[in-house]
């Protein structure tokens, strides 16, 4: 696609069930981010991403947070046993390189509600 | 530690000029970024600075001094659509493109 797509769009999960959410970047970028934006907040880094492998998870809040990204393309943000403080949106964006040049593109986002 | 600091929020009217404030405090840097977010939508790139001065673009100007550790996002002949949340955001110098933000500035723009 032209752009970043992520899905599903809203994820409304009980606490304690576990939850996948997907990013499928703009095809051929090298760098791919997890963030994760709460309501009135700017997007807190969790996760990065320079083809397959995972250089930075410095950002996952514990150990319930589990990102891959096996074959340098789409990546999965898995959530296990969710809690209400992971409420939040969770936004991936992509980048052509892994140089500290060039934008980052964003997409709409995944919204998790947890009830 | 890392610190971007703006204001929450702004308000201006249709047809004027508002200046969004950015100062950080990082352990690197290598650029900032201005990135406009509507609510509900994903954040869409607005400018780029990495040398001290002013970049204009169209109704968009940023201008960053970094021995100040100060930026900001001028934006003239306000419409109702700018109205949005406006982040800053500093490129850490390391062995990778590393972005982080500021919270956020809320602008509401009014008739």
């Known amino acids: 696609g032209a752009g970043v797509s992520q899905s599903p769009r809203y994820k409304v999960a009980k606490r304690g069930q576990d939850v996948a959410l997907r990013c499928d970047p703009i095809?051929?970028?090298?760098?791919l981010f997890w963030y994760q934006q709460a309501l009135g907040q700017g997007p807190e880094f969790l996760t990065y991403?320079?083809?397959?492998?995972?250089?930075?998870k410095s950002g996952l809040p514990s150990d319930r947070f589990f990102a891959e990204r096996p074959e340098g393309s789409v990546s999965t943000l898995k959530i296990q046993r969710t809690q209400q403080e992971d409420s939040a949106v969770y936004l991936c964006?992509?980048?052509?390189?892994?140089?500290?040049?060039?934008?980052?593109?964003f997409g709409e986002g995944s919204r998790l509600t947890v009830l | 530690g890392q610190n971007i600091d703006q204001p929450t929020e702004m308000t201006a009217t249709e047809g004027a000029i508002v200046q969004i404030n950015c100062t950080y405090q990082?352990?690197?840097?290598?650029?900032l970024f201005w990135y406009q977010q509507h609510a509900g939508e994903a954040p869409t790139f607005l400018s780029y600075?990495?040398?001290?001065g002013l970049e204009e673009k169209g109704r968009f100007s940023s201008f960053l001094s970094r021995s100040k550790g100060y930026s900001y996002l001028l934006l003239k002949e306000l419409q109702m659509k700018d109205s949005a949340s406006y982040l800053c955001?500093?490129?850490?110098?390391?062995?990778?493109?590393?972005?982080?933000f500021g919270a956020g500035t809320r602008l509401a723009v009014h008739p």
């Open positions: 964006a992509s980048s052509l390189t892994s140089a500290n040049t060039g934008e980052l593109f």
């Open positions: 095809s051929g970028h090298v760098s």
């Open positions: 991403f320079q083809n397959e492998a995972q250089l930075d």
């Open positions: 990082t352990s690197g840097f290598n650029g």
């Open positions: 600075n990495v040398l001290d």
């Open positions: 955001a500093v490129y850490l110098r390391g062995g990778y493109n590393k972005l982080i």
